[in-house]
């Protein structure tokens, strides 16, 4: 992949570079259908997975290698370039004797690096261009370990995907985005092409825009989206899929700035932000936690929770500091006032809890 002219197999792509196509090959009409959609509102690139991996056995795990044929046809009729994801030798060599022209490693690939490590060997000498997207767990180092490896042996058409990160907690995403993980690849590896699957991260189809979004307003080069035919039928991840029809809604909708050096520029102050917020969000924790100890000791001691002299004394001393940091008094005694209001109530729950044992 040329970088920054986006080109694969000589082709050049505009921003944004659009890989779309169904979770899974599931039978040839779906597979051409889907294709032939996309290709009508002009989507170059076809994704479908082939071999899918499970997080339990029996479900459906891709229809294998004769999926390969449908993929020779997608080329031949609407000569879309395809894409699949590949887990081991065995399929990268099936991949590439039916010319498959993107490979991607999947995020449970990546995350393994003796998987890595086999791909990696088994594309020595190939052209071929490589997806890697991140591993299921929020590791930077493992994601870069992956870039390394197939780099090593010679690949130069890399590109990473941005699909999120697992996480216990059932929230807004199915994957947690952590932006600042991909972003700190491209601080590392600046020329490094990011595309973002924003199908996985959202796990349903009204957050593929906003996540779209996000993505080109920080800088992506691309994106890979889960899109089928009929997707309440779809037999893997029918929830996020969203048909050719809407795909094309959304990639009209986005709004691609041009100006990349500042919108580079602003993600790193982002970044640097986020990293500043999370201190500080520690520091608050530590805060609490010293407080409710200071609480425990009262306790023991019979003292009573408000203390006026050393409150006014803290106040007064931190303000004075905020001062010469030039930060504004009146912001910084609101931001105390909130902060001591907390610490005594955390204490007088501590009081509380005391009273009714
Ligand atoms: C996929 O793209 O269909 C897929 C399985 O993705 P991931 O490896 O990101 O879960
Ligand atoms: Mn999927």
Redesign the pocket.
């Known amino acids: 992949m040329d970088i920054k002219n986006l080109t694969i197999k000589g082709e050049s792509f505009k921003k944004p570079l659009i890989l779309a196509g169904p979770?899974s090959a599931e039978s040839r009409e779906q597979t051409m259908s889907t294709a032939l959609e996309l290709a009508s509102f002009g989507v170059k690139i076809f994704r479908a997975?082939i071999w899918k991996?499970r997080t339990k056995p029996g479900g459906f795990e891709g229809v294998g290698e004769r999926g390969l044929d449908w993929f020779k046809e997608v080329k031949e009729v609407t000569g879309m370039l395809t894409a699949t994801?590949v887990a081991n030798s065995k399929h990268i060599e099936m991949a590439l004797r039916a010319g498959v022209d993107i490979l991607w490693l999947?995020?449970?690939t990546t995350a393994n690096p003796f998987a890595v490590q086999e791909i990696s060997d088994a594309l020595a000498g190939t052209d071929v261009t490589v997806l890697i997207?991140n591993p299921v767990n929020p590791d930077p180092e493992l994601w870069l370990g992956a870039v390394e490896r197939l780099m090593n042996s010679g690949i130069t058409n890399v590109a990473v995907v941005h699909?999120g990160f697992s996480t216990y907690e059932k929230g807004l995403f199915r994957n947690l985005p952590h932006w600042h993980i991909p972003i700190e690849l491209k601080r590392r590896v600046p020329s490094l092409t990011m595309l973002c699957?924003p199908s996985?991260i959202g796990g349903r189809p009204e957050l593929i825009y906003p996540i779209s979004q996000q993505a080109m307003d920080m800088g992506f080069d691309g994106l890979m989206v889960?899109t089928h035919i009929n997707p309440p039928t779809a037999l893997s991840?029918k929830e996020q899929q969203i048909t050719p029809f809407a795909l094309n809604t959304i990639i009209k909708a986005l709004v691609i700035r041009e100006t990349v050096d500042s919108t580079e520029r602003l993600s790193e102050l982002r970044r640097e932000m986020d990293e500043v917020d999370e201190r500080l969000l520690d520091l608050i924790s530590k805060r609490m936690a010293i407080s409710r100890e200071i609480g425990r000791y009262k306790v023991e001691h019979n003292m009573p929770v408000l203390q006026p002299v050393r409150y006014d004394y803290t106040v007064n001393r931190r303000i004075a500091q905020a001062s010469e940091l030039l930060v504004d008094e009146d912001f910084i005694r609101t931001v105390l006032e909130a902060i001591h209001e907390e610490s005594v109530r955390q204490q007088l729950d501590i009081f509380g809890k005391e009273e009714k044992e």
């Open positions: 979770c997975g991996p994801e999947g995020a449970r997207k699909r699957d996985h889960e991840d």
